[in-house]
């Protein structure tokens, strides 16, 4: 079982909609989650960490639920900006990060 | 620039022949992590280390690979004996390695391997 599932999507909305992407992890030891962006042929860049109280950045809101070991992430009123590929991410002992396969997002006119 | 920094962006070699890539982290970081990704996949991990030693490999981090970090600074990957399905980008992450949440990657722009 891999350690971060994702559903790689495609989710393809129009501007000003809002998209929930929801990620799971399989070890319950797991100390610190992430949520990464990702643009077409670029290197992943930090979105936003996780706290277990959940925590929100402007129009994006992450949550955790360490009971039933997912994480997610909530994008309201979508801008063509955010047409990217959002990456779950998992650290363990905050050493290793196991990364989701990714979700891509596409905000359509 | 005070980012990562990865040479080279692009590598066309070759089926056979060696490789290596070149990381230089943020420098007051730590670790430094080396990460594969292929088309529609995540970074998958290969190896980290913590100042010079290294600390962990991943089972996909075959012989033919070998990464060092001689002075706890930049750190090199090599693959030797390159096949097709080492074809990827190549990615190179540091952290400061405080716990918790504040353990956060910042990755380089990637090298990109095609190997033919």
């Known amino acids: 079982r891999k350690e971060v599932e994702q559903d790689p999507g495609p989710f393809n909305v129009p501007e000003g909609a809002t998209v929930a992407f929801n990620c799971t992890y399989s070890?319950?030891?797991?100390?610190?989650f992430f949520w990464y962006r990702q643009d077409c042929r670029k290197e992943p860049k930090l979105l936003m960490s996780v706290y277990s109280s959940g925590n929100e950045d402007g129009r994006f809101t992450a949550q955790l639920n360490r009971a039933s070991q997912y994480i997610s992430l909530l994008i309201r009123d979508s801008k063509l900006s955010d047409s990217a590929t959002y990456l779950c991410v998992v650290s363990f002992i905050g050493n290793q990060f196991y990364f989701g396969t990714g979700t891509s997002l596409t905000v359509i006119p | 620039d005070t980012g990562v920094s990865q040479d080279p962006r692009h590598k066309i070699t070759k089926r056979g022949q060696n490789v290596t890539f070149r990381c230089d982290p943020i420098s007051e970081h730590n670790r430094l992590y080396w990460y594969r990704q292929t088309l529609g996949q995540g970074p998958e991990f290969l190896t980290y280390?913590?100042?010079?030693?290294?600390?962990?490999k991943s089972r996909l981090l075959s012989d033919r690979f070998s990464a060092e970090r001689p002075k706890g600074s930049f750190s090199t990957l090599e693959i030797q004996r390159t096949e097709q399905g080492d074809s990827a980008m190549y990615l190179c992450?540091?952290?400061?390695?405080?716990?918790?949440?504040?353990?956060?990657?910042?990755f380089g722009a990637g090298s990109r391997l095609t190997v033919l």
């Open positions: 280390f913590q100042n010079e030693a290294q600390l962990e």
């Open positions: 070890n319950s030891a797991s100390q610190s």
């Open positions: 992450a540091s952290s400061l390695g405080l716990r918790g949440g504040a353990n956060v990657l910042t």
